[in-house]
């Protein structure tokens, strides 16, 4: 079976960055999307349809939405959530332990988490000149 046009490539791994790489598979380095058969699928990429992709990344994932919990430990460890209300990564005192999966060491890595691509701190996504998210 060869993969065409109607399937896109989303990578998911624990909670790591997620993205819609068409034509190229983001496990695959630069093999082109119609250049992968069923069974070379990498195991760190999943096969879904461009439809359900695009319903996918129009909310954050459910952690995102998590407020932030400091947690009953006496650490002191600063730390990043997503606040889905201003739509920014931002800083908050970690106590050590418990608390919930809103809790980044990094902006950076808060934000390839929970910011959804083209989207804007004042909540509206970005024009990218009319294109489709999946390059079609």
């Not at 909670?15 to 380095?29: E, M, N, R, T, V």
Request: glycine share 8%.
């Amino acid at each position: 079976m060869r993969i065409d046009q109607h399937y896109a490539f989303v990578f998911w791994p624990h909670c790591a960055a997620c993205g819609i790489l068409l034509p190229q598979c983001p496990c695959s380095g630069s093999r082109s999307l119609n250049h992968w058969t069923a069974k070379e699928v990498p195991t760190l990429c999943f096969l879904v349809t461009q439809e359900a992709s695009q319903e996918l990344f129009q909310t954050p994932p459910a952690l995102c939405q998590l407020p932030p919990v400091r947690g009953p430990c006496k650490a002191s460890l600063h730390r990043y959530f997503y606040n889905s209300t201003s739509i920014e990564c931002e800083p908050f005192t970690y106590g050590g332990c418990q608390g919930n999966a809103n809790n980044f060491e990094t902006t950076e890595t808060c934000l390839k988490v929970c910011k959804l691509p083209g989207e804007s701190s004042d909540g509206n996504r970005r024009s990218n000149g009319g294109d489709s998210m999946l390059g079609m």
